[in-house]
């Protein structure tokens, strides 16, 4: 762990599905301004941290969850907190592309319309927001003649940087991304991968992937959960390369997956 | 074993195309007739003049007092319902989730648009009877309005379910609310099932006789106001089938080519103005 406090600390998360408990007792911390990955073999509960961390999680139905999550110290789970706020500090992007049903520009201008922010407006308008979130995200040089049309239209690969930009124009604090690169082909997984290094200089950012090398190369930290429980966690090159726990070793070596 | 397959392959899709043929043919015979026995008495003055009381013996004029009251009365009615209906639908998914309440409503609306359109109608009548109230543009409006509630919440309803809950979570991870998320986003992907629903609510309200029989009245002049009676054109055949004159039989025919010609045109219309906004729907 870095000596800096986490950026992100989760206390105690308890997650159950009806009566299936899915995420036992999980403490996770996760520093600023790099990139932690979350891995570990399918139905370990991956995605169910992530989503948790957004408060996505409970909108689905017979979910019940207790815990705290620590953001700069503030208790997001809180009654007193607005859920809304919530979700544009942590953005999140999905597995797969979820596109709004819109055109491109106002896929990207969504967020920040709903929630009436003025940043953008007050440096360049909402014009140059769209753009800066587009080459943030590398997608600018392909789009920026047809900004009006369907973002359905998009490749697989171009609407996943369409979900990165249109998350960073809500002007996160932290980047969560679930599988961002598995429905991609290798070279869109690539610009993905590259797009999330680079902007780790300006974000917190966590990911869930099940292959443990894209883990190891862009990611600083990794947590390692096997059946609802963090099997292990620390910084990536000492988990890979001396891992403390059996079970860690085990999956490392691809005893199962 | 191969030949079997191929065999009920073969036999299944001859079926479906009878079963097709069947429908569509049958339409086109009932259009056939209507155009056939009509077509003599389309006059261009059975929709620039209103009715006398001449009219019904064979006598000169036209059922324009029955065209406009017939608009009226559903682009009143369908508006209503529509602004009633839309919210409905919505709370239904968006708010209520899975819950008892909601199936309960859905079971209440499915039930209620089985009730035929003369209960509505006679609901109507004992309601204004209570009151004092005369058959009128309003009544006419109120009724047909509760006539097409059940298949416009209904249909919006089932379209609604059939958003991925993926383009939901798209919006609620922006920071959106349940208000926004439903009105900026739900309602824009299903924009076509809405259409269609409207359609479908506008077909049943405009053709419908029995519940503005005795709500709505008859009157030979373009309704002046809300209490005026209203005449419409299911109503204009009906009267019109029911004299002993043949002339003002054939123009019965007549009104309902008319009458199908305005629901044509309403659908063209609706689907042409709506059909931009669908090429930005997520599949």
Known sequence: ?257 | MKNKRRLEEFLVTVLMRLATFIVVGSLLIVLGIVVAKGIPALTLSMITQSSSGGFYMGGGGGILNAIVGSMYLVAASITLAFLIGLPVALYLNEYAGRSKMADFVRLCLDVLYGVPSIVYGAFAFTLMLLIGARASLLWGIITVTLLVIPIMIRGIDEVIRTVPSRVREASYSLGATRLETAFKVITRQVLPGIVTTVLLALGRGIGDAASVLLTAGYSDSIPTSLNSPVATLPLAIFFQLGTPYPQAQERAYASAIILLGLIVMLSVATRVSTGRFSKFVIK
């Open chain 1, 1 to 257: 762990m870095s000596q800096s406090k986490p950026h992100i600390s989760v206390q105690n998360l308890n997650v159950f599905y009806g009566d299936t408990q899915v995420l036992k007792n999980v403490n996770v911390d996760i520093p600023r301004r790099q990139i932690t990955a979350i891995i570990g073999p399918s139905g370990c509960g991956k995605s169910t941290l992530l989503r948790s961390l957004n408060r996505l999680l409970e909108l689905s139905d017979g979910v019940k969850m207790s815990c705290k999550i620590l953001v700069d110290d503030v208790d997001i789970m809180d009654k007193s907190v607005d859920v809304t706020s919530v979700r544009k500090r942590l953005a999140l992007i999905a597995q797969s592309p979820n596109l709004l049903p819109m055109s491109i520009f106002d896929n990207i201008a969504y967020g920040p319309r709903v929630s009436g922010m003025s940043w953008w407006n007050e440096l360049d308008g909402i014009d140059r927001m769209v753009e800066r979130c587009l080459r943030a995200s590398g997608l600018w040089e392909e789009v920026k003649d047809r900004l009006k049309t369907p973002a359905s239209r998009l490749s697989i690969g171009q609407q996943q940087r369409l979900c990165l930009a249109r998350a960073l124009a809500v002007d996160p604090e932290v980047i969560l991304c679930d599988e961002p690169t598995s429905a991609l082909d290798p070279i869109s997984a690539q610009h993905v991968e590259k797009q999330l290094q680079a902007l780790s200089m300006d974000y917190t950012v966590v990911f869930v992937t099940h292959t443990l090398r894209q883990a190891r190369r862009i990611a600083n930290n990794v947590v390692f959960l096997y059946m609802g429980e963090v099997v292990e966690q620390g910084l990536s090159e000492a988990f890979f390369t001396h891992p403390q726990n059996p079970t860690t070793k085990a999956y490392l070596d691809g005893a199962f997956s």
